[in-house]
């Protein structure tokens, strides 16, 4: 049996309530859930209440919830969690924003206050930008997702999404210069 076959089975078990499916899947994908969060908390503000533990269990269950998975493969499930955490990660930023008082406000304490670095990248920025990009070519979206997101090398994301090495390299230069100017404005 292929490890597609295999991982897809497990998939399909769990999902419908086996629990002894459920704990052979979960340590086979764990670490590598855990590294894509940690990579994406990395380029959040300083001092985010989200852990990457959390975003790793949010994103899990959330994927069990997922219903078209027929022939779904590992670089598939780990394209989709990257989705999945890009999303809890955005809906945070969201609701963070939306609070009434210190909404966007850096909490810094006294003694830290010199050194205070200019912010990263806003999600919520980067995210409008992914949708607008989505609606022009949702290839170059998901390969800025599978590289931003789950950390993919050319390779990795070229055989996630069924073409050549080249066509990615192609489209995810195309995609950064997109991003930058949209970004920019």
Known sequence: MSATSDFT??????RAGDESAL???LPVVYDELKRIARSQLKRERAGHTLQATALVHEAYLRLLGVAAVDGCDRAWFMGLAATMMRRILVNHARDRRAEKRGAGAVHVELAEAGQIAIEGLDLIGLHEALDALALLDARQARIVELKYFAGMEID???LA????SATVRRDWSVAK???ARELRS
């Not at 089975?9 to 769990?14: I, K, N, R, S």
């Not at 999404?161 to 050549?164: E, H, I, M």
Request: aromatic fraction near 10%; charged fraction near 5%; hydrophobic fraction near 65%.
């Open 9 to 14: 089975q497990q998939f399909h078990a769990a």
């Open 23 to 25: 704990n052979a899947l």
């Open 156 to 158: 990795e994301m070229a």
């Open 161 to 164: 999404l069924g073409v050549s």
């Open 177 to 179: 210069l997109w991003l």
